[in-house]
């Protein structure tokens, strides 16, 4: 079920959703989601994961729904998360490593591009970002190149608001970003904003980051599409701190490299 096309999607709302999401059908139509030539438009899953042998393979099986691409990245795991990925259907990459998250996206995007995927959305392996998300993710690609996620405030734990709050006003004050979740890692590229992501030197989290400045810098249009995610299991308050930190560390790094 790769092909997207607008037309002929069918409308639903979710009982957990407070908006109204399109359903991808695999079958051509009168029109087309991204332009006239775009009914055949190939979608490709990219989901990078580490350790996450109890919820990769419900994740993989709900993505499959949307797009029979579905692109695991096994980031040097100890566990089962490579065989659970495969079971449940996904193409299956091992890094012999932990070598990041954004090294694991990259080497997924790398594969997706290879393959011909049109349009590339990312998500976490964790269960924290829904699936039956993904086509609004990917409608918002009629008005832009970038589909970023915006989480609801609702429900995210403190110091994970504190965070959000300063890494996104950082980013639309220092580089023009302007976008309202810049941490939220479930997002959709059309093919031209993906292949600018290979260009991300950040191996972890901090390419969450890069990521958003290189794809203004390069001229594409990023637009916000409101996600649902699930906290069970959020990290920890010295986690964060250091997540902040890291931010800190690549806008320097960032501003020194002239990008």
Same mark, same amino acid.
């Given at each position: /079920? ?9 409308? @639903? ?50 993505? +499959? ?11 040097? *795991? ?15 990459? !091992?890094?012999? %490593? ?7 996206? %990259? ?22 970002? /829904? ?11 009629? +008005?832009?190149?970038?589909? $970023? ?6 429900? /995210?734990?403190?110091? %994970? !608001? ?14 023009? $970003?302007?976008? #309202? ?6 997002? #959709?590229? %059309?093919?031209? #904003? ?7 030197? *950040? ?10 400045? @290189?794809?203004? +810098?390069?001229? /594409? !249009?990023?637009?916000?599409?409101? $996600? ?6 959020? @990290? ?5 701190? @250091?997540?902040?930190? +890291?931010?800190? !560390?690549?806008? $320097? ?7």
């Amino acid at each position: /079920m790769a092909l997207v096309s607008l037309y002929d999607l069918g409308h @639903r709302r979710l009982s957990h959703c407070p908006f109204i999401i399109l359903r991808i059908y695999p079958t051509s139509a009168r029109g087309s989601l991204l332009g006239p030539d775009a009914q055949n438009a190939k979608v490709a899953i990219v989901i990078p994961a580490y350790n996450e042998q109890e919820t990769v393979g419900d994740v993989v099986r709900r993505a +499959r729904e949307y797009s029979d691409l579905v692109i695991v990245v096994d980031d040097g *795991s100890a566990d089962g998360t490579a065989e659970a990925a495969s079971s449940a259907g996904a193409i299956v990459l !091992k890094h012999d %490593r932990n070598r990041g998250k954004w090294a694991a996206l %990259r080497t997924g995007i790398g594969e997706a591009l290879r393959r011909g995927a049109d349009i590339v959305v990312t998500m976490d392996a964790d269960g924290q970002h /829904m699936p039956e998300e993904i086509p609004s993710l990917v409608f918002t690609l009629e +008005r832009a190149d970038v589909a $970023v996620g915006s989480r609801s405030r609702s429900g /995210m734990p403190l110091i %994970r !608001k504190l965070s959000n709050t300063i890494t996104t006003g950082l980013l639309r004050v220092m580089f023009g $970003v302007k976008v #309202a979740d810049s941490q939220c890692g479930f997002r #959709a590229y %059309r093919r031209q #904003a993906a292949e600018v992501l290979l260009s991300v030197q *950040s191996d972890g989290f901090e390419g969450e980051t890069e990521s958003l400045v @290189r794809l203004a +810098r390069a001229g /594409m !249009k990023l637009a916000d599409a409101p $996600v649902s995610t699930i906290y069970a299991g959020e @990290r920890s308050k010295i986690k964060a701190s @250091r997540d902040i930190y +890291r931010f800190l !560390k690549t806008v $320097v790094k960032l501003r020194l490299r002239g990008v």
